[in-house]
């Protein structure tokens, strides 16, 4: 389902391979696929893990797809998850795998006994069958909701693992004097967001339900708060990756930093807590680099050392995500650009394979947020990633793209 996409963001080393978030699109229709079963519960028996993958599916998707073996039959696990189903409010659409070849579709039949509607026959390694499933499946989904915010607005995710001290960094913000508050329903369900203003710039926190008042549902599991915190992320253009001092990261704050990267967001590492910290003159240093050590693929990411607890430097949080914002923004102008192309080119000539070299013709950025510039050249087979490397520390060399990713293309001149 989600096809070449997945490719195109997996050739970037240090980021994540076990993603269970995937965009993807169907007639025009854009959505993320979240794969549950991707989702693993450690140790817990499978059907203590099926449950709770169902219960997740259900509370985050707007239309579910359950899945089942086609060859194996319905199993007492798939009775328990149809009956979970059942009982939630969203639309299933049943996919039937594994039927690889018309001849099997009678092991269809059985399937009628879950109590869905039509079972649907796939084949997920043959790709055979998606078509209609996903008809099907985009027949249920909801009216698209317009953003209510200005082009203006910085829209901020702060994300993190519970106990990092999120809720506690919101308050300390949102408590500062000149800050106007007010809470609107996010575009999903349960998602509060809290709008305010500072020095004429308007912003809002995307989905802090729970975070301000102590929440209920809110990350009850982690792994819950990862996909909300994904959702969150979709909706940004600035994140704020909180981390937690005491602790200093862990697998999972760098999954979901790599998906906010890969997403293309403007991004602030939080050191939460520093107050907590025992610190000597190398403290902050060695935090530093042991934090771009392990985060290759954010080196662009300013980092900035905060406690919610003592506000210490709580006022460098927001003039930073205004400059990251405009960063994520810039533009370049062409002529600037060319410049410093053929410069960089003088400095460090294109590669060559097989005697062939990279010729560079020209040069332009084609959008911004984040700022993405088209390579057109001879050969883009020839744009090794060693060389884009060159060339983006280059870019950022020479104009100020602090806290954005870049994404550049090499497109074959016509
Ligand atoms: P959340 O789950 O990420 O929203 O985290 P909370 O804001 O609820 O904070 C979790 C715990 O960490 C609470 O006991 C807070 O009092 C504590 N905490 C939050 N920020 C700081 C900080 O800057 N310094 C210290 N020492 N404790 C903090």
């Known amino acids: 389902m989600i096809g070449e996409r997945v490719a195109i963001v997996e050739d970037m080393p240090g980021v994540t391979r076990d993603r269970i978030y995937s965009k993807a699109e169907w007639l025009n229709r854009e959505f993320n696929v979240i794969d549950t079963g991707g989702i693993e519960l450690g140790e817990e028996p499978l059907l203590v893990q099926m449950r709770a993958q169902a219960e997740l599916a259900i509370k985050e998707a707007d239309v579910i797809i359950f899945i089942v073996n086609g060859r194996e039959g319905v199993t007492s696990a798939d009775q328990e998850v149809a009956n979970l189903l059942f009982r939630s409010d969203k639309p299933v659409v049943l996919g039937v795998n594994k039927i690889d070849n018309p001849d099997m579709h009678e092991q269809l039949y059985e399937f009628y006994s879950l109590g869905m509607d039509t079972p649907y ?13 996903l008809d099907k499946v985009i027949e249920h989904f909801p009216e698209e909701v317009s953003d209510p915010y200005g082009d203006d607005t910085i829209r901020i995710a702060l994300i993190g693992r519970p106990n990092v001290g999120k809720s506690s960094l919101v308050n300390a913000m949102l408590g500062e004097e000149r800050v106007i508050v007010s809470d609107i329903p996010g575009t999903t369900r349960d998602a509060i967001d809290t709008a305010f203003s500072q020095d004429e710039q308007e912003y809002v926190l995307i989905d802090t339900a729970g975070m301000r008042k102590r929440g209920k549902v809110y990350e009850a599991t982690e792994k819950y708060s990862v ?70 693929y954010l080196t662009y990411a300013p980092i900035l050392f905060v406690s919610a607890k ?46 062939r070299r990279l010729k560079i013709n020209y040069v332009t950025q084609v959008a911004v947020e984040p700022p993405t510039f088209v390579f057109f050249v001879n050969e883009p087979e020839l744009m090794h990633f060693s060389y884009e490397r060159f060339l983006e520390n280059r870019l950022r060399d020479t104009f100020e793209f602090e806290g954005t990713p870049i994404k550049i293309i090499a497109r074959k001149k016509n």
């Not at 697998?251 to 293309?264: L, R, T």
């Open 121 to 133: 026959p796939i084949s997920g390694s043959h790709g055979l069958g998606l078509g209609d499933l």
């Open 310 to 355: 003592t506000k210490q430097r709580l006022h460098t949080v927001l003039p930073m995500v205004q400059k990251v914002s405009e960063n994520h923004h810039l533009r370049v102008p062409t002529n600037v650009l060319n410049d410093m192309v053929m410069d960089a080119v003088a400095m460090n000539p294109t590669p060559t394979d097989k005697g």
């Open 227 to 296: 996909l909300r915190s994904l959702k969150a992320i979709e909706r940004s253009n600035v994140v704020l990756v909180v981390i937690n001092a005491e602790e200093g990261l862990i697998e999972q704050d760098k999954k979901i930093a790599g998906y906010a990267h890969e997403a293309g967001r403007a991004v602030i590492i939080v050191v939460n807590k520093w107050d907590a910290v025992k610190k000597d003159d190398k403290t902050l240093q060695n935090f530093t680099q042991k934090l771009r050590d392990e985060l290759l």
